[in-house]
């Protein structure tokens, strides 16, 4: 049995829901407003998962997108509980235990933002903009639950990819960061590089800082692409 990253990829022409025989966990997007004219491609919500493990830049490539797409960012930092900043501020590794309730908020912030309500004035975003290292793949499956409700929903992982020695140099200049040093090995250890999921990109972030903005945005322009 394929798991959920490895599935083929539905064509975005498609406007039937093929999880109709699923509890609706988005709103259904299908008509637009009260007249109930059917949706076009243009109305296609984008979720964009930022990951990689601590140091990566998951948060200033999340700000890049915000200001690029014009979209909500949610930082992945913010929903971990305090039970879990206390034990990675003393590095003690997360347990898959500890980050089920994460991801779980994570994802429904994302699900929120998307959904029309009074913060954005009933005019959802095009899309929304999550930092999270979903460092194993069964992390990104919680993550993809969040467009199973809705074929107008289609969510994209941004995996920013770069070396150990990279890593740890960035962390360790993170003196504040509840993150340290020592934690980049117990998630380089388990981490599991999203290769060959169809909904995944690669992006190698070693480079200047203009480079990794002008590569980014480069290949989620090139994504987006897909969908015109």
């Not at 299908?30 to 109305?43: D, E, K």
């Not at 990951?51 to 830049?57: K, L, Q, R, S």
């Amino acid at each position: 049995m394929l798991s959920a990253g490895e599935r083929p990829q539905p064509s975005h022409a498609s406007t039937k829901d093929s999880t109709v025989s699923k509890a609706r966990i988005m709103p259904d997007l299908a008509t637009n407003g009260s007249n109930g004219a059917t949706s076009s491609s243009s109305q296609i919500q984008h979720i964009w998962v930022v990951t990689g493990p601590a140091g990566c830049g998951k948060s200033t490539v999340g700000n890049v997108l915000r200001t690029e797409l014009g979209i909500p960012f949610l930082e992945g930092d913010d929903f971990h509980p305090t039970a879990n900043k206390d034990k990675m501020g003393k590095g003690i590794p997360l347990t898959d235990e500890d980050r089920w309730d994460w991801l779980i908020s994570l994802r429904q912030a994302a699900i929120d933002a998307l959904s029309p309500s009074e913060t954005n004035n009933f005019h959802p975003p095009s899309g929304v903009v999550v930092a999270c290292s979903a460092l194993k793949q069964k992390y990104r499956d919680v993550m993809r639950v969040a467009a199973y409700g809705s074929s107008l929903v289609q969510i994209h992982f941004v995996y920013l990819k770069l070396s150990e020695a990279v890593l740890l140099q960035r962390v360790t200049q993170r003196q504040s960061h509840y993150m340290k040093s020592s934690m980049v090995q117990s998630q380089l250890a388990v981490l599991e590089e999203p290769m060959g999921e169809w909904d995944a990109i690669t992006v190698n972030v070693e480079g200047t800082m203009e480079d990794v903005q002008r590569n980014v945005i480069e290949a989620v322009t090139e994504k987006l692409a897909e969908y015109k």
